[in-house]
């Protein structure tokens, strides 16, 4: 699958390139940014191919927000690994919206799920376009491409990781409880975590997938914590600040945090209250160097 390379940006040590290409799942074209690091163009790898972490960005974000204020570049350098940064939904002006006009559904509002109710069936795929089709067409494409002599390869489907924002720290945690063999580790920043009782969840998986809640549980990781077995070696990191303006009630991250001494990852999942802290990018970035650290570790760059 070919992407068109509509910007590459000199950054940190490396090149962030901001990239779209045409999806299958979404039936539209998709934005991403990939942040290479000074690994990728130095050949400085030994041979290995670069790890991969991606980054869900939450409600109303672009590839935009989580590549510039995050500041995941100056850590993907320090450890070697590239950034993949895909956009929040499909848009367009086929792609349908929020009727209501709302900026918490629709498009800027995919929240990783598959849509099954129409209209938003025929876009809102974005659970298989992060877990599945991204990561296959960005291997293939870089694959098919001629790099110089000495420069390196990235590795988008193995050994990777994945951490999200808000809604995105949302589709990190259940996309990776669905999926623990595909990701290394899993990293979210204010996560929405009890989906199915706050307005955000509530809003979005009933528009999404129906009025039947037992069709919820496939994204809820309140429903995941509890049902998926621990796969050894895997580990989830959360942060909160507890000055965080969406806490109540919309994060809400009591219930999953009271399930995990009797889940199956009871000492796997370790969550942070951070005093002080909002729900901005400045909470976000003062914490990216110890998820970059985490991260690192588990994909063996540490």
Sequence with gaps: ???AIKDEIRCAGGKLLKVAHQSKVTGTPMDVNLYLPQQYYSGATGGKK??????????TC???????KAFWQREADRYGFAMVFPDTSPRGDAVPDDPEGGWDFGKGAGFYVNATQAPYSTNFNMY????????TALAEFFASKQRPEGVGAVDFEENVAISGHSMGGFGAISGFLKNPHRYKSCSAFAPIVDPTRTPWGVKALTNY???DETAWREYDPCALISDVPYV????????YGTKD????PYLMPQRFVGLLPQSKWAG????????GFDHSYYFVSTFVPEHAAFHAKHLGLA
């Design 245 to 248: 303006q969406w806490m109540d």
């Design 62 to 68: 672009t590839p935009n927000n989580g590549s510039e």
């Design 232 to 239: 050894a070696g895997k580990e989830i990191l959360i942060h």
């Design 128 to 135: 298989q376009y992060v877990h599945s089709e991204l990561p």
């Design 50 to 59: 670069i790890p991969s972490v991606y980054f869900l960005a939450g409600l």
């Design 268 to 275: 796997h999942v370790d969550v942070k209250m951070v005093d």
């Design 209 to 211: 997938l129906g009025a």
């Design 1 to 3: 699958m070919s992407f």
